[in-house]
């Protein structure tokens, strides 16, 4: 028997609809069906992210070109890897991509092993821009997103195309609720004329020349001590045992290592020097706008109410022209501990400039204080720093000083002090002094210490941060909620 389906009255319960991609609704995390198209990734990204190793079979094919004058080989060789690269693209290509479904992204990839990727989109905290020099050449961009409760890692887009790059991020950041100002277009970057769109930066552009000059100056103190360290230990060594006996070992077996270490450094601050080029700083809302690079450009988000800390470095040779550096750090509630994330908001600037950004950063934040060393009797324990290490409890902040070679001044407000501890080791206690450790949330707080203080002003310095960082903790949590 066959029953005929009756006609629907206006009483009955309509079916239950399709969820949308996203919305107001509430939606029930979970994978999107099987049919929901995935949005690809440019075609170009398996060539790009294997540069390296292209590069390194082209160098090989060029060296065996040189040597054995057979030029079909090259031919062939350029042939095969093409061909090859490009099946294997094709076959990348389709198991990598993402679905934007409810308020989650959902991020897929792998050949042979297949990984599956969710991150949900409420708990986003950033989404930053990077265009490495290879996908600057094809007018490309990459996606880094950051969401508390990771683990530590951000999840990677790579690459889209820079248009399609900017309203993906704008769109991921209006379904978390978390709107920001888009980058400079590709048209701003590229033009001759500095001409900022959106906000007006907190600080002016920082010079080639300038900038320069600061990561030599950096560098040359560190470089120069090696270099008299070293040459002057083969001086004394070849002097006693003669050069023609111990040149080779030494040279193979010390000073080559100690000059590729000094090598690293030289590449390390031109790295640094290419990273902080063009650098460009803005605040818009509630985040600070970060845009910097030469070769690799990125454009970094910093959300200001997770700012946990704010460094400010002085260089040893920066201390004559009054120059200063702003780090600032900030904390995602993860489930692993020490996860920190460290944004340069000022590679190098004048005291004027520190202090717009120190302001942005942390409200109402100064940037020169006036720190309380500690006593005489510890001075022994730090000869050279003594006179450069203190602690100041300012209003707003709880400030150490410490450092030589790179000064350094860790402000931490009230508010993000989560633990407060006094340690005092034998000698310590011998002596009468103790340090005071503010812990914040990730691993900062091992260097806002209040180092040798004498043991009752310690005491009553670990009393008083703990009762002001629950007055400030009170006063903010109206605020957050």
Same mark, same amino acid.
């Given at each position: 028997?066959?029953?005929?389906?009756?006609?629907?009255? $206006? $009483?009955?319960?309509?079916?239950?609809?399709?969820?949308?991609?996203?919305?107001?609704?509430? +939606?029930?995390?979970?994978?999107?069906?099987?049919? *929901?198209?995935?949005?690809?990734?440019?075609?170009?990204?398996?060539?790009?992210?294997?540069?390296?190793?292209?590069?390194?079979?082209?160098?090989?094919?060029?060296?065996?070109?040189?040597?054995?004058?057979?030029?079909?080989?090259?031919? +062939?060789?350029?042939?095969?890897?093409?061909?090859?690269?490009?099946?294997?693209?094709?076959?990348? =290509?389709?198991?990598?991509?993402? !679905?934007?479904?409810?308020?989650?992204?959902?991020?897929?990839?792998?050949?042979?092993?297949?990984?599956?990727?969710?991150?949900?989109?409420?708990?986003?905290?950033?989404?930053?821009?990077?265009?490495?020099?290879?996908?600057?050449?094809?007018?490309?961009?990459?996606?880094?997103?950051?969401?508390?409760?990771?683990?530590?890692?951000?999840?990677?887009?790579? +690459?889209?195309?820079?248009?399609?790059?900017?309203?993906?991020?704008?769109?991921?950041?209006?379904?978390?609720?978390?709107?920001?100002?888009?980058?400079?277009?590709?048209?701003?970057?590229?033009?001759?004329?500095?001409?900022?769109?959106?906000?007006?930066?907190?600080?002016?552009?920082?010079?080639?020349?300038?900038?320069?000059?600061?990561?030599?100056?950096?560098?040359?103190?560190?470089?120069?001590?090696?270099?008299?360290?070293?040459?002057?230990?083969?001086?004394?060594?070849?002097?006693? /045992?003669?050069?023609?006996?111990?040149?080779?070992?030494?040279?193979?077996?010390?000073?080559?290592?100690? =000059?590729?270490?000094? =090598?690293?450094?030289?590449?390390?601050?031109?790295?640094?020097?290419? @990273?902080?080029? @063009?650098?460009?700083?803005?605040?818009?809302?509630?985040?600070?706008?970060?845009?910097?690079?030469?070769?690799?450009?990125?454009?970094?988000?910093?959300?200001?109410?997770?700012?946990?800390?704010?460094?400010?470095?002085?260089?040893?040779?920066?201390?004559?022209?009054?120059?200063?550096?702003?780090?600032?750090?900030?904390?995602?509630?993860?489930?692993?501990?020490?996860?920190?994330?460290?944004?340069?908001?000022?590679?190098?600037?004048?005291?004027?400039?520190?202090?717009?950004?120190?302001?942005?950063? *942390?409200?109402?934040?100064?940037?020169?204080?006036? !720190?309380?060393?500690?006593?005489?009797?510890?001075?022994?324990?730090?000869?050279?720093?003594?006179?450069?290490?203190?602690?100041?409890?300012?209003?707003?902040? /709880?400030?150490?000083?410490?450092?030589?070679?790179?000064?350094?001044?860790?402000?931490?407000? +009230?508010?993000?002090?989560?633990?407060?501890? !006094?340690?005092?080791?034998?000698?310590?206690? #011998?002596?009468?002094?103790?340090?005071?450790?503010? #812990?914040?949330?990730?691993?900062?707080?091992?260097?806002?210490?209040?180092?040798?203080?004498? *043991?009752?002003?310690?005491?009553?310095?670990?009393?008083?941060?703990?009762?002001?960082? $629950?007055?400030?903790?009170?006063?903010?949590?109206?605020?957050?909620?």
């Amino acid at each position: 028997m066959s029953a005929e389906a009756g006609p629907v009255h $206006d $009483d009955e319960p309509a079916p239950p609809l399709a969820p949308e991609p996203y919305g107001p609704a509430p +939606y029930t995390p979970g994978a999107p069906p099987e049919g *929901v198209q995935r949005q690809r990734l440019h075609p170009l990204t398996p060539l790009l992210e294997s540069v390296r190793f292209l590069t390194a079979v082209a160098a090989a094919v060029g060296v065996q070109m040189f040597t054995s004058r057979n030029f079909l080989f090259a031919v +062939y060789a350029a042939v095969a890897a093409a061909v090859v690269g490009g099946i294997a693209s094709l076959i990348a =290509l389709q198991y990598r991509g993402f !679905v934007i479904w409810g308020r989650e992204l959902h991020i897929y990839g792998g050949v042979f092993t297949r990984s599956h990727r969710t991150v949900p989109l409420d708990r986003l905290q950033s989404v930053d821009l990077v265009r490495p020099l290879q996908a600057r050449l094809f007018r490309l961009a990459q996606l880094n997103i950051e969401v508390a409760g990771g683990d530590g890692t951000d999840a990677k887009l790579a +690459y889209l195309k820079h248009d399609r790059a900017l309203e993906l991020r704008s769109e991921l950041l209006s379904i978390a609720g978390r709107p920001g100002a888009a980058p400079r277009t590709e048209s701003t970057e590229e033009s001759t004329e500095e001409v900022p769109e959106g906000p007006a930066p907190l600080a002016p552009m920082v010079t080639v020349r300038k900038l320069a000059l600061a990561s030599l100056l950096e560098a040359l103190p560190v470089q120069l001590t090696a270099l008299l360290v070293f040459g002057t230990a083969f001086a004394v060594t070849g002097s006693i /045992f003669g050069f023609s006996k111990v040149a080779t070992a030494l040279w193979f077996g010390v000073f080559a290592p100690a =000059l590729f270490g000094y =090598l690293q450094s030289t590449v390390s601050t031109v790295n640094r020097f290419l @990273r902080n080029s @063009r650098f460009r700083i803005t605040r818009d809302g509630g985040n600070l706008l970060i845009e910097r690079g030469l070769t690799d450009t990125s454009h970094e988000t910093v959300p200001v109410d997770r700012v946990t800390a704010v460094c400010f470095d002085e260089p040893i040779l920066w201390r004559r022209k009054d120059w200063r550096r702003v780090e600032v750090w900030t904390a995602a509630v993860s489930q692993q501990i020490n996860v920190l994330k460290s944004t340069t908001a000022l590679p190098v600037g004048a005291p004027a400039e520190v202090a717009a950004v120190a302001a942005e950063a *942390v409200p109402e934040l100064p940037s020169v204080f006036e !720190v309380e060393r500690p006593p005489r009797r510890a001075r022994w324990r730090m000869p050279l720093r003594w006179k450069r290490t203190g602690t100041l409890l300012d209003e707003k902040v /709880f400030v150490a000083r410490h450092g030589w070679w790179v000064n350094t001044h860790v402000a931490v407000p +009230y508010a993000r002090i989560q633990s407060v501890r !006094v340690v005092q080791g034998p000698i310590q206690r #011998m002596q009468g002094l103790a340090t005071v450790h503010a #812990m914040t949330a990730g691993s900062v707080g091992h260097t806002a210490k209040a180092a040798h203080r004498d *043991v009752r002003e310690a005491v009553a310095m670990a009393a008083e941060l703990r009762k002001r960082a $629950d007055a400030a903790a009170a006063l903010e949590a109206p605020r957050l909620s």
